[in-house]
């Protein structure tokens, strides 16, 4: 693509599904107009832009529903805190430059594949917002505040036209509230978060061997003695359902059986398969009473949470508490029933017939597939895309959990490049569409109520966006940039990732602003997976305020350093990326004399008197190797080992955190000539 046409690009852009793949030179100023994420299916970008000031005016057209006019308001809301411009009142008195019109009704209980899709045409005057339905005007307006930007002239949108719709019909975001109890007022912004990206799903699950976390009024004993005092009563359960279908969210609840169990026990024990009820985390699945207890705690759920689909868990489950109870075995040979998988197959087959009784469609984990599991039934993929695939190749409908997994730290490029198809060419059309998309899953196990959003957000955006775009987009820098700005975005709808770090070393330290601890917290992240739990003994109980409590999943002054050290090393950084690499690593050697007598002063900081130790040295030896590259000088071979083996031993775990720059200094190292 030449110049020229580079240059008209602003005038005319499409991003279809068949030519999402955007020009290497296409300008960042050129890619900031469509910051949007999800990326839509379709932009057409014209001239000019559309002001944003005391005159904004908006106007719901056609279809009248209680639940647009409170879209309207919740946009104008944000609108008003993203500008600082007072529209939520006046913006429905003035004239309209914004025209929302609304074809039709959706359904009264949000339906799985219900359309989503509008039509947003922008002119330099005018707003024009259709849609068949309520929930595809929701998606509009998303979109509309996500084009928002500040210009020399005032806030304003870009002329653009979008015809937008999602690639599949099931996005969703998994809260974790049996390991630990998410309070409502987490829950509700946490739900403004998924309206802002599109997700269409909340998956929210209740207990677990820890706790038992809703209200049941048939079996009161559940909550009584498994929740610790701390759990949703219906009434809240109620409230938080109309307050997702007010976003175009379903409210989808599981309850884990036949294990994760324990908290059930405690006001049940007749329930349990082992002898002693409170060292077992599985129901006995050869009681008839077992079976009577579920039926009747099914119908009373069923009755509360609306949504067609009930997940009824179905992971992880030890078999050798069955397989060594002697009753139980006796059962399985009178039945014929060979193993303990096998008798999870018999268990699910019942339950399945159970929550089809009150006209449900059951969810399960992976290990609910079994050769006798009915048609019907929904998998949910922890495993990966291959069980996945097998899943649609055996005819059952599915969705992707592996690899969207975000509590276990890994950066946002390694989601984003998971896809719920995986290799499509080994699927044909029919198993294809048995995919039905996917979840993030936001596990409790070692996260607390303060610092959840943190943990979701916003690496969830980019989740969004490969499960709403086109399965051609998946140009990471760009996502990473995107990325940027759809985070501090999301702070207006209320969302404390961005804040919640600061606020927390402010409490390690005791220091208003300790400078020194943030330039530290900027280069170190948990431990990625399931070493974080391998290095610090957690129960629901552990205090979760360290610093790899605080810091965010994903370093981004690391990733970008890291990206300067590769560029340095090929020959490819401009004078101002070595600029930034030193400016950078002069920083960071000379934090750790300031750092230290501020570590001292707290029993939380001591720990990372190592780190920052660590962290100075790293830096330089990357200043040396710095000054090597660029002046082709040649050290030692025994120096560049030496170096090379402290800066490995650097990125190994301190304190549970990983120093993320370590390797990315060892690049330069690597990169330097020996005598």
């Given amino acids: 693509m030449g110049n020229s046409r580079v240059a008209g690009f602003i005038g005319f852009l499409v991003l279809a599904s068949c030519t999402l793949s955007l020009p290497s030179n296409l300008r960042a100023q050129e890619k900031s107009l469509i910051a949007i994420m999800p990326l839509p299916a379709q932009v057409l970008q014209g001239e000019g832009e559309f002001l944003i000031d005391g005159g904004f005016g908006i106007a719901l ?65 005018d707003v024009q917002l259709t849609a068949p339905n309520p929930i595809g005007v929701i998606r509009g307006l998303q979109t509309f505040l996500q084009l928002v930007r500040i210009t020399p002239k005032g806030f304003s949108v870009p002329v653009v036209t979008v015809d937008d719709k999602p690639r599949f019909p099931w996005r969703g975001l ?11 007022s987490t829950v509700k912004r946490n739900l403004d978060g998924m309206e802002a990206v599109k997700l269409n799903v909340f998956h929210w699950r209740f207990a677990d061997n820890e706790s038992f976390h809703v209200e049941s009024k048939k079996f009161p004993r559940l909550q009584g003695k498994g929740s610790g005092g701390f759990y949703y009563s219906q009434d809240e359960v109620r409230e938080i359902i109309g307050y997702a279908r ?35 985390s599985a129901m006995d699945p050869t009681r008839e009473s077992t079976y009577k207890f579920l039926a009747g705690f099914i119908g009373e759920m069923a009755a509360l949470f609306p949504d067609s689909y009930f997940h009824t868990g179905g992971d992880e489950c030890d078999v050798k508490q069955w397989e060594t109870n002697p009753r139980i075995q006796e059962f399985m040979r009178a039945h014929a029933i060979k193993d303990g998988g096998a008798l999870q197959g018999f268990f699910t087959a019942k339950i399945q017939k159970i929550v089809a009784g009150h006209k449900k469609i059951m969810e399960g984990w992976d290990e609910v597939l079994q050769s006798n599991t009915s048609k019907d039934v929904v998998i949910q993929s922890w495993r990966g895309q291959d069980s996945l695939a097998e899943a649609a190749r055996s005819g059952y409908r599915g969705v992707l959990s592996a690899g969207y997994c975000i509590d276990l730290n890994q950066s946002a490029a390694e989601h984003y490049l998971v896809d719920p198809l995986g290799d499509t060419a080994a699927l044909t059309p029919d198993q294809k569409a048995r995919v039905l998309g996917g979840e993030a899953t936001m596990w409790t196990d070692i996260v607390s109520d303060e610092n959840i959003d943190n943990r979701i ?72 997976l399931y070493e974080r739990q391998q290095l610090r003994t957690f129960t629901d109980f552990t205090p979760l305020n360290h610093l790899d409590d605080a810091v965010p999943p994903e370093s981004d002054t690391a990733r970008e350093f890291n990206e300067i050290a ?23 050697r000379d934090n750790d004399a300031k750092l230290q007598p501020l570590l001292a002063r707290s029993y939380l900081t001591q720990e990372l008197a190592p780190v920052s130790r660590s962290l100075s040295r790293v830096a330089e030896i990357g200043l040396q190797a710095l000054d090597n590259l660029h002046e082709n000088r040649l050290i030692s071979p025994d120096l560049r080992q030496r170096n090379i083996e402290f800066l490995k031993a650097s990125g190994k775990p301190q304190a ?8 990315s200094v060892e690049l330069l190292v690597q990169a330097t000539g020996t005598k």
């Avoid at 009264?108 to 947003?120: R, T």
Wanted: charged share 20%; proline share 7%.
């Fill in 566 to 588: 590769k560029r340095i090393v090929s020959g490819k950084a401009n004078p101002q990326e070595w600029q930034q690499a030193r400016q950078w690593l002069l920083l960071w």
């Fill in 246 to 280: 007010d976003r175009g969210i379903r409210v989808v609840p599981e309850f884990d059986m036949p294990c994760h169990t324990t908290s059930w026990f405690l006001g049940y024990p007749g329930l349990a398969s082992g002898q002693d009820p409170s060292q077992s």
């Fill in 656 to 663: 549970v955190l990983l120093l993320m720059v370590a390797p």
């Fill in 174 to 184: 998994l809260i974790d509230s049996g390991h630990r109890f998410v309070s409502i």
């Fill in 457 to 528: 957000w916003p690496r969830t955006a980019a989740i969004a966006e490969r499960l709403w775009s086109p399965q051609e987009m998946q140009d990471v820098d760009w996502m990473y940039q995107r990325l940027a700005i759809v985070s501090q975005k999301l702070g207006y709808y209320g969302l404390r990732h961005r804040l919640i770090t600061d606020e927390m070393l402010q409490r390690m330290s005791g220091d208003p602003d300790p400078v020194p601890l943030k330039v530290l917290a900027a280069v170190v992240q948990p431990p990625r």
């Fill in 61 to 125: 057209r056609g279809y009248e529903d209680s639940r647009l006019e409170r879209a309207q308001q919740r946009f104008l809301d944000t609108l008003s805190r993203e500008t600082g411009i007072p529209l939520w009142r006046e913006a429905i008195r003035n004239s309209p430059h914004f025209t929302v019109q609304t074809s039709g009704p959706s359904a009264a209980v949000q339906q799985l594949g219900e359309d989503e899709s509008y039509h947003l045409e922008i002119s330099t005057t």
